[in-house]
């Protein structure tokens, strides 16, 4: 027996000289993760050696080992739930994160309507819809009161204006009906007992973003109705208060969406923490830092329409730098003048776009699981994506399918840099 050890001990030793990873890793894994071999000793004293297997098992190489060792993936039980429950709170995070993107994209779609403003009055749980003619003139009478009605929908009749109405009501009730489907799921799932104490505090802290979010948005709409106070003095919601409610329906996202993949897939535990696996993660995290800034700054180009200034790639109007840049008197100007907005969108998409690349060109020399080459470059896929319908975009001064299109793909770009933040935690 304990010479079949030596034997086993000896072909290891050999394999791992041609791989510096099982060097590294040899002494973590051992025999309880690599070799699940049968015929194991049933003796107390030697309860920790694998008999050999057949002969025709020895015949496999370094490299053969190591797509095994890269294929393995190691399932850790969930913090959040309790055993059995995976699944079934996956897919309902799963939904949860679907409904929020779709809320996000249809509110992008009220907006570049000019429809979020047709609604004057607020109620946490929602209001019905005027039941007659009568009480449809009273609301048109409300939104003549405010600027957007005087300088953009000025003159609009009952219809037209019932048209606006109904896109930014539906836009609330789904809201509203989504924080039902979270509430109802937390509900069920807390007294079936599926969920461990930490798996309380993530719904807690869900649910709170939720409702503090209704209340965002009502703060956000209630900024249209006076004269702005920023460059651009087209009535619109203050481009400030649009940013911090897009940042907080992605805060929502995120959490719904990351937690779900761990739940149905498993927490993936690249073997061994390698440097190439630090310089990936660190990669990962750079990319997703600048993903996340170019979006929010996004917001700002939405909130001032500055996608209309400069419609030239890749120079702005013959300027590398727009002449605006100089004349800058206020900090408030990078967030508000115009030019100055879109030409920061465009460069923190370009570091963006070079981070993807470093990413991909890192993953791919590294020793890392497999997964984590194929999202790093679905990543990179997503970012040029985004870089050429934004370009479009602005080519054809701002259509609203390609803008739509813009801020739903970036949805998805951040979708798939969470999924690789998963693989490569």
Known sequence: ???????????????????????????????????????????????????????????????????????????????????????????????????????????????????????????????????DDESWNAELEKYKKTPEYKSVHYGINLEEYKNIFLKEWLHRMIGRASGAFFGIGALYFTLRGALKPKGHLLLLGIGSIGVFQAFVGKWMVESGFFEPKTENKTPRVSPYRLCFHFLNAMAIYSLCLYNALNLLFGSLKSVPITKDLLKIRSLTRTTAVLTLLTMAYGTFVAGNDSGLVYNTWPLMDGNIIPPELYKVSSWRQYFEN???????????????????????????????????????????????????????????????????????NAVALWSVIMALLRVAK
């Open 1 to 131: 027996m304990l010479n079949q050890h030596r034997i086993l001990n000896k072909i290891f030793s050999n394999s791992f000289k041609c791989n510096k990873l099982f060097k590294y890793t040899y002494n973590d894994i051992r025999f309880n993760h690599l070799l699940k071999f049968s015929n194991r000793t049933n003796t107390t004293e030697n309860s920790h050696i694998f008999l050999l297997p057949p002969t025709r098992s020895l015949n496999f190489n370094s490299h053969r080992l190591f797509n095994t060792l890269a294929e393995s993936k190691v399932v850790v039980e969930s913090q959040i739930v309790n055993p059995g429950f995976e699944k079934r709170v996956g897919w309902w995070l799963m939904g949860c994160s679907g409904l929020t993107a779709f809320i996000m994209g249809f509110g992008a779609y009220v907006r570049l309507n000019e429809s979020g403003l047709s609604m004057i009055d607020w109620s946490f749980f929602g209001l019905p819809l005027p039941k």
């Open 338 to 408: 115009d030019a100055l907005v879109q030409f920061n969108h465009r460069n923190l998409a370009y570091l963006t776009v070079l981070s993807a690349i470093s990413l991909v060109l890192s993953a791919k020399r590294a020793n890392v699981h497999r997964s984590v080459k194929k999202i790093s470059m679905g990543v990179l896929h997503a970012s040029l994506l985004q870089g050429l319908i934004g370009i479009v975009t602005l080519l054809y001064q701002v259509p609203l399918h390609g803008a739509l299109t813009h801020h739903l």
